[in-house]
Nanobody, 128 residues
Framework: QVQLVESGGGLVQAGGSLRLSCAAS????????MGWFRQAPGKEREFVAS???????????YFADSVQGRFFITRDRTIDAVYLQMNSLKPEDTAVYYC??????????????????WGEGTLVTVSS
C-alpha cells in the first residue's frame, strides 16, 4: 500500500521556523516529482513547493510566490523522503500541509493539476 506520511507540524510563533518531513512507502518514488500543498481554513488547497526527480544529483525546485525565499524543499531519494524547511513563518502560513507525489513534472505543479499520491496532512499553526 502506497503511503505518504507527513510529520513536523505544530505551533510556532511568527518569525520562527519549522521543518516538515514526508516519508513515502509502498513503491519507489525515484522517478516521481514530490512536493507540498497547503490548505488554510476556509480556503482552497494551494501549491507551496515541488522538487523534481533526478537520476543524478541535480534537482530542480519550484515555489509559490508567497513562500519564495522563506521556504526550501529538499529530497532524499535513497529513502524516498521530501522535506520542507519553513523559515520566517507568518500567521498567513497557518494551514494543513500536504505532501504529494506525481509523475507530472515539478515545474507544472503550481497549476494544481492532479497528482498521483497524497498524504493525510500535518497542521502548521503560526501565532502572531
Amino acid at each position: 500500500q502506497v503511503q505518504l506520511v507527513e510529520s513536523g507540524g505544530g505551533l510556532v510563533q511568527a518569525g520562527g521556523s519549522l521543518r516538515l518531513s514526508c516519508a513515502a512507502s509502498g513503491r519507489t518514488f525515484s522517478t516521481y516529482a514530490m512536493g507540498w500543498f497547503r490548505q488554510a481554513p476556509g480556503k482552497e488547497r494551494e501549491f507551496v513547493a515541488s522538487i523534481s526527480w533526478s537520476s543524478g544529483y541535480a534537482f530542480y525546485a519550484y515555489f509559490a510566490d508567497s513562500v519564495q525565499g522563506r521556504f526550501f524543499i529538499t529530497r532524499d531519494r535513497t529513502i524516498d523522503a521530501v522535506y520542507l524547511q519553513m523559515n520566517s513563518l507568518k500567521p498567513e502560513d497557518t494551514a494543513v500541509y500536504y505532501c504529494a507525489a506525481g509523475r507530472l513534472p515539478a515545474s507544472s505543479w503550481s497549476g494544481g493539476a492532479a497528482l498521483d499520491y497524497w498524504g493525510e496532512g500535518t497542521l502548521v499553526t503560526v501565532s502572531s
